[in-house]
């Protein structure tokens, strides 16, 4: 009686084990696709810089962008163009996201809008990006990098 309680026992551990092993590959999920999304692991400090025109007139970003009693890793310093990326620890790539830097000076910005210049509210008006001297159309979306140059201009 002894040995076929053990036996119960060794087997239900057993199959315990192979189900939580199944369980623990299946939800570690594509681990390539999450690896790609991983920017650094150690924290960044980098800079772009963005430029917004208007009907051809340049667009003052302010200076204390994202600086304050929390400073947020995304912000402005002076009202020079550069936006400070500055992470501690992990890094992803949705945390570069240059939308990210216009939730924090809570303007809007989007494929169809800039600011509160939006096209369709002015007949035949544009809103075309360039990234680095390229025409990009990730808008919101584009995740920045270091020594990036971004124009976003409305006409």
């Given at each position: ?6 036996n ?8 315990i084990?192979?189900?939580l092993g ?5 939800s570690?999920?594509?681990s ?7 920017i ?8 772009a ?16 962008i994202?600086?304050?009693v ?17 992470f ?8 570069l996201a240059?939308?990210?830097?216009f939730?924090?000076w809570?303007?809007k910005f989007?494929?169809?809008?800039v600011?509160?210049?939006c096209i ?20 919101e979306n584009?995740?920045m990098k ?8 409305y006409?």
């Amino acid at each position: 009686m002894k040995n076929k309680t053990k036996n119960r026992i060794v087997g239900s551990v057993a199959v315990i084990l192979v189900i939580l092993g199944f369980w623990w590959l299946f939800s570690l999920g594509d681990s390539s696709e999450a690896e790609a999304k991983v920017i650094s692991r150690n924290g960044l400090h980098w800079h772009a810089t963005l430029e917004i025109l208007i009907d051809g007139k340049a667009v003052e970003i302010p200076a204390s962008i994202g600086l304050g009693v929390v400073h947020n890793p995304v912000h402005t310093h002076e009202a020079d163009e550069v936006i400070h990326l500055e992470f501690q620890g992990l890094v992803i790539d949705k945390n570069l996201a240059l939308k990210n830097f216009f939730d924090v000076w809570n303007e809007k910005f989007d494929s169809q809008c800039v600011l509160d210049k939006c096209i369709g509210a002015e007949a035949g008006k544009m809103l075309t990006m360039t990234v680095n001297g390229e025409p990009n159309v990730e808008f919101e979306n584009y995740i920045m990098k270091d020594g990036d140059e971004v124009i976003i201009e409305y006409k």
